[in-house]
């Protein structure tokens, strides 16, 4: 049994990381523009926990961060799901985790949870919205309200979704059919007090992301803005999954400045390791990534 994950303090929120999985994934293949001398550089701090020695493949995690804040249960993103056909991904096909009963052994039964904040609505983000009961994808979280933008749902009735149409019918409809679901606008906004959408598109057409504010202090869920620490020094690099690379990067530098400048603490969807850190403006006018 591994330790009890660590819980981090944003004013008066409490935030533990909940992993459904953590793997590799060949560098190249994530960042098209991958330069392995950036890499090189960087070396010191990325192995092993965000690269392997050789420096060809980045470990990624995905996850679910656990939100309590003013008596609520608060979950950001439900990763991948069990039992999910997914034959365009080995990684996400039929997963059998023990994901609620990691979620079990940090306090929260599927009952607790009161909203379901979603990023975006690609697979490794809506997956546990529900699970299979009876034969059916029953919400599994079914006194949540479940939270994502409007744009992210618009997309799937478009052609260019149509070899993702299975995550939306077994992981999004049937939270809509049921009554649950609340659609953010475009231009994003306060959703409930200190529960902000930021719009991010570029990885997804509607692509959030989300701040929680406390007493002052704000923790910043960016989703997959950036999908791995290089890229806080490197933000011209998106990744092979974003959908309009050139609007990721422009959210890419946008949300890290925001960071930087608002001393938020980053709860990243896919760093591995800590995954929680903050952004720092350097001397040469760029980032830099530093975990908690
Ligand atoms: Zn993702």
Known sequence: MSKRPHTYR??????????EQ????????????????????????????????????????????????DGRVILVDTACGNDKDRPFGAVFHRLNTPYLER???????????DLVLITHL?????????RLVDGQWTPTFPNA???????????????AAA????????????????????????????????????PTPGHSVGHMSIEIASEGHRALFWGDVVHHPIQVSTPSWSSSFC????????????ILGYAA?????????????????????DERGGFEWRFI
Do not use: C, K
């Not at 944003?10 to 909940?18: F, K, L, Q």
């Not at 690609?122 to 529900?130: E, L, P, R």
């Not at 309200?145 to 052609?159: D, I, L, M, Q």
């Open 261 to 281: 400048d608002h001393d938020a603490t980053v709860f990243s969807s896919h760093f591995a390791g800590a995954s929680a850190g903050r952004v720092h403006r």
């Open 145 to 159: 309200r479940y939270v994502f933008g409007a744009a992210e749902r618009a997309f799937y009735a478009t052609p």
């Open 10 to 19: 944003i004013g008066a929120a409490e935030i533990t990381r909940v992993t």
């Open 22 to 69: 953590t793997f590799a994934i060949d560098a190249a293949r994530l960042f098209p523009d991958l330069d392995p001398a950036v890499l090189h550089a960087h070396a010191s701090w990325l192995v092993p926990e965000h690269a392997d020695p050789a420096l060809t493949s980045a470990q990624l995690s995905v996850h679910t961060w656990v939100v309590r804040l």
């Open 243 to 254: 959908a309009d690379p050139i609007q990721a990067t422009a959210s890419r530098r946008r």
């Open 163 to 198: 070899n993702r149409m299975m995550v939306f019918e077994d992981s999004v409809l049937p939270v809509i059919r049921a009554g649950l679901a609340d659609e953010v606008a475009d231009e994003g906004g306060a959703y409930l007090p200190g529960i902000r959408f930021l």
């Open 103 to 113: 979620l079990a052994a940090v306090g929260v039964q599927p009952e607790d949870v």
């Open 122 to 130: 690609h697979v490794d983000h809506v997956g546990w919205n529900t």
